[in-house]
């Protein structure tokens, strides 16, 4: 049914051209492009019907001018699909009402919801297990394989699409009720896969007949070969290269690569105005940007461009190398080749990737000859064993110098984390080891001309299952020789106190072993510099810098403005962005240890001078949903932020926060502030939907600024704040069963509906900052007001 308010829509309606079917395609469809019928003929009355002309009438020249049309036949009929019969139009429909009688369209492909799309969709989905020859697999995982020849991969499979959440009992008791005869069978929960060995060829050959094609759930199983570690790569064989994996433009030139990224970013944002015109609740009208999203091609707002990096090759300031097994066998410092859930845990040198530096390139290949004769294995992703797990190269750049390839390119500091994993090790033999790495890495960094820096070496302890490792695993500085010839080391035992350095708009940071930093710096000066100005700031301004991580956008912005205020929930970085605004001299920035939902009704109220009625608005709470509410900000493992806090932290974590405290000036009188603004910059998974509604409830927050890393975050977290608030707020929402199954966008959708009332934001315009050339990711800014 059509929204009683909304013209624009009614007007949309108009009669097919061909039938009497509306013109209009079911949601679930994708509307080709040339489905878009007499849109041009907007100076039409909406109510008015459109009168045939001549050449319209019935008869068989009309039904045959009909059936030439490129769209005829192309899409079933939704009365077909929903009763199995033919609707009122007959033959005359435009529609298909049989698989028999379904054309291709222009485009060459079939109506998603035929059977014949579904179809390739699944042959598609074949080639591409298919594709490798199996899976790439580089460590034992056959409990047999002993002798590390990989013999027993002979008599092994590899089961593609089984469920994450079995382990290898689930997959035994599987097979055994499936009436399987096997030697071994082992999966990993959080995987897609598993391995059977068998016991003969004969054995192997049956039962991957019988498990081919079975189906599990929804899905069906595949069958593959297990690729040994002694497999040689070939020529032919059709596995990707890495520089195909890290750095899948770089065929491109860098000028295609902006092409391609700013039209992907259309493509994506398209879907917000989608969603936020689904999300409408019924009885409201169409906010205004919608209604005008035809006039730019569907866009919320206008995409004024991308902008491109400083530089492009060598911009990475961290690389995180794995430590694994290449293709043929060899221990290798680089990344892997594909993803692990799918089972690849090859990894290959990251010599031909270029968004990696000459130094982490050249740490990289010190470490790997190191780990050639060490007495301690490197991790095996499937036995959760080892010892030598990842290699972090962080790098910091005099100020002023740009990045070349080629050379250092202005970098001054490096500090190398090397993540291990020290249980059931001798600590003496650890010991040992350590002091050994460190001498090889001084080797190896003065044997290089010219020499290269090496400020410290960090050992991250890590017991986990993926290299992923918390905010608070233990690290521990290993003493570096001063030279070659003299074996005195430093003094210094505290990881905690190292510190590298670079430079944002002419400000000095310090960056601790596990703090968060853009890896593109020259380019997040121009991200930085972008969000400033569209915020619109001045002496009169405070500015709420959310997920302020270390504070480099806060500082960075904080001469223009009465008062900066970061907000965090890692200790650690508010640590450090209180030493930032120390280093450069800023008194007037001010950060949080808390969680943005929990003290921003406070801080609002202090600065601000607003009631309290309006500021703690009960609804805020995400008790209004009974759907579970993501996790864009995660909650501290021990539950206990104070306890990490800074001993210079002159904040209190919790609700309330103490007027007028500063970080710098200790002057306890409270400034007041006309204009409130806020920029939020949060993970990729986005801002936590609390934080969502503290921000779209404060009336006084007038304009926000969204710096985001992954734009489909950015439109789910958008749909809620530009989405019409409902006029009764729905109470505990119902259909809440198939949550898990929905999209990032359909879960904002269903959020939507519970959102306190409030005044929606509007997108004004959006611009793309490239941080990461050669990748298909990018950075999307995006202002918001009301």
Known sequence: MAEPLNTELSSSKTLSPINGHDSTFEPHQTAPQDTQIHHENDDLVPTEKRKREDGDGGGAGADADRSLHPLWKTSLCSYFRRNDDSCSHGGACRYAHSEEELRRRPDNTWDPTSERAKKALKSEAGEKCDNSEGVMMTEAVVDDDVDGSGSSHALSKCLVHLPRKWSSENLRKFLTEEGILFKHAKKKKGMMIGFVSFEEEEQMKSSSKDLEGKSIGNKRLKVADV??????????????????????????????????????????????????????????????????????????????????????????????????????????????????????????????????????????????????HTDLPVWNRFKNSGFWRQLTVREGRTNGNVVDADTLGGIAEVMLIVQVSTASFDDAQVAAEFKRLAQAFVEGATSHCPTLPLTAVVVQDHQGISNVAPADAPLRLIPIPKAVDDPEMDESNNAMDVRIHDYISNLRFSISPTAFFQVNTLAAEKLYSLAGDWACLGPDTLLFDICCGTGTIGLTLAHRVGMVIGIEMNASAVSDAHRNAEINGIKNCRFICAKAEDVMGSLLREHLNVPKEQVDDPNISSSGSDIPEGSGCPEPENGDMASHCSENDNTEVGSEVPKGSTSENGNTSTQHFKNVVAIVDPPRAGLHPTVIKALRTHPRLRRLVYISCNPESLVANAIELCTPSPIKIEKGNKDNRGWRNMSSAGLARHRAKSMPISEAFQPIKAMAVDLFPHTQHCELVMLLER
């Not at 035809?294 to 794995?322: D, H, M």
């Not at 430590?323 to 060899?330: A, M, T």
């Not at 090859?346 to 000459?358: I, L």
């Open 227 to 372: 690729i040994p570690r002694s497999f040689e790569k070939k020529s032919n064989s059709g596995t990707r290269s890495l520089r195909d994996v890290v750095t899948p433009l770089a065929h491109l030139s860098y000028a295609d690569q902006l092409e391609q990224k700013k039209s992907s970013l259309m493509q994506i944002l398209k879907r917000l105005t989608r969603n936020a015109r689904k999300a409408c609740p019924t009885g409201i009208s169409l906010p205004e940007w919608i209604l005008k999203s035809r006039e730019i091609g569907g866009l919320p707002c206008k995409l004024e461009g991308i902008i491109a990096s400083p530089i492009v090759n060598g911009y990475r300031n961290k690389c995180e190398f794995s430590v694994g097994y290449s293709l043929k066998g060899k221990i290798t410092v680089g990344f892997m080749l594909g993803n692990f859930r799918e089972g690849v845990t090859a990894v290959e040198e990251a010599v031909d990737c270029p968004n990696v530096s000459t130094v982490a390139c050249k740490y990289a290949t010190i470490f790997q000859e190191f780990l050639q």
